[in-house]
């Protein structure tokens, strides 16, 4: 139970007003202030608990004014007997302003580098995956829809691009799945792409169905609920300093989960990454854009997992793995494996050494290594797996050795799964076989 609610020791003075305000130090009124937050996540289901005080006092403080009330004890008792007070103040506190193109240059940069980087580094058919977290009233999810679908074409977009946009505020997802603006609303987009993506309708501009049909909204609480996985880009825009340092820090660490090794996370223009250096590297200070950095590989990470149980079922877990590893080594066929996130996960030693792979290869995107594409391209028969969900057989492949020797192979290319959940990555054996 949080301290400052029970534990606050003015509470029952406050609930039953017998504490006379004008007496009251700071030091109460902070108090006081806490009660409100606590008030607000207990009754209605908002935490504030999160959020820099400063800026929550100073909106709390403009709703009390519109009533003429001077201090906090009040306020409380006056939302306690006005319900309708709420919206106004969640409204206050969360402030959902925001506009398409917000920040012109910075989105200039990411059409002009960014996107075709992420594109770049794809297969044809391979998903692309957004979140714009915050979202507000869908601005920001349709600016990076319409650059998508400059930069792909609708079509491709409809087949292969996802959008999640979240935001806490109910009201503001609504207005964002409404598609609907005014015309001041959208005066800061360009003439081509308001007659392209937009449509009078009545005297509001509703944005093209296939537009709204890249985006999903939901209602995502930044500081409680799961982030969004296997993203591409993660745009998180004038919403994160809203928040506490250490909460600040909870979701950069889940940011970083959620983007893929080659993912790009995208701030606004006021927002840095105070901590975390070692999550995230610059890559265009200026316009707030931020690559992943690459943590462990998924090796390491799991052994410093186990070592890091105390008890002694770790060192059994560890030895597990070291067991596990061996076994897949002295399998006599070169084998690796292939994550859901496209990149080179395990490789086995007859792997290793036939086909060239170091240790710094584990972890790296499986398109980066000349694996996938010689002596026969792999990616798109992955992507065939996926789809069909079914092993399959590439015959006859022909490699030249370095010493001019050929050698045939028969690539199997097998799906890993577990029970019904969605696939685990792809083994990719190669079979040496003879010919003539
Ligand atoms: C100023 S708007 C930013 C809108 C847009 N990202 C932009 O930059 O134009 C901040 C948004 O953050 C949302 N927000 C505040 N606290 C949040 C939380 N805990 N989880 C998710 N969204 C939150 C607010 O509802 C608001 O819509």
Not at 33 to 60: A, C, H
Not at 202 to 212: A, K, T
């Amino acid at each position: 139970m949080p301290h400052y609610f029970y534990g606050n020791p003015l509470y029952p003075l406050i609930s039953s007003a017998l504490i006379n305000p004008s007496t009251m130090t700071a030091n109460d009124q902070t108090l006081i202030f806490e009660t409100i937050l606590e008030y607000l996540r207990r009754s209605r289901g908002f935490d504030f608990l999160g959020y820099k005080r400063s800026s929550l006092q100073r909106r709390v403080t403009k709703r009390m004014q519109e009533h003429h009330i001077d201090n906090y004890g009040d306020y409380l008792e006056y939302l306690k007997v006005h319900p309708e007070e709420f919206p106004a103040l969640f409204n206050t506190i969360l402030i959902n302003v925001t506009s398409f193109f917000r920040d012109l240059t910075a989105w200039q940069y990411l059409a002009s580098y960014i996107l075709p980087l992420i594109i770049k580094h794809k297969s044809p058919e391979e998903p692309l995956r957004f979140w714009t977290a915050g979202c507000a009233s869908g601005e920001e999810a349709y600016t990076l829809a319409i650059l998508l679908a400059e930069t792909l074409g609708i079509e491709e977009c409809l087949r292969r691009v996802k959008i999640y946009a979240t935001d806490v505020d109910q009201e503001a997802l609504a207005q964002a799945r409404n598609a609907t603006y005014k015309a001041k609303d959208i005066e800061c987009i360009s003439e081509e792409f308001q007659q392209r993506y937009f449509k009078l309708v009545g005297d509001r501009f509703r944005l093209d169905g296939d537009l709204r049909r890249l985006v999903i909204f939901g209602r995502h609480d930044l500081i409680h609920d799961a982030p969004i996985s296997r993203l591409d880009l993660l745009i998180c825009r004038n919403t994160l300093m809203y928040f506490n340092a250490g909460v600040q820090n909870q979701i950069q660490s889940r940011f970083h989960l959620a983007l893929k090794d080659t993912g790009f996370l995208f701030l606004g223009k006021a927002e840095m990454l105070l901590t975390h250096a070692e999550l995230f590297s610059p890559l265009n200070l200026q316009h707030r854009i931020f690559k992943k950095v690459r943590t462990m590989d998924q090796r390491d990470r799991l052994l410093v997992l186990a070592q890091n149980r105390k008890e002694e079922s770790g060192t059994r877990y560890a030895l597990n793995i070291r067991l596990l590893e061996a076994t897949f080594n002295a399998v006599p066929v070169a084998q690796i494996v292939v994550d859901s996130d496209s990149n080179l996960i395990l490789a086995n030693q007859l792997a290793r050494s036939r086909f060239g792979i170091n240790r710094q290869d584990i972890g790296r995107p499986f398109q980066d290594l000349e694996i996938s594409y010689r002596p026969v391209e792999l990616r798109s028969q992955i992507e065939r797996v996926y789809k069909e969900g079914n092993s399959i057989l590439v015959s006859d492949v022909i490699r030249t050795l370095s010493d001019g020797r050929i050698q045939y192979l028969d690539i199997e290319i097998s799906l890993l799964q577990q029970n019904t959940s969605d696939p685990l990555g792809v083994s990719i054996a190669f079979n040496e076989v003879s010919r003539g």
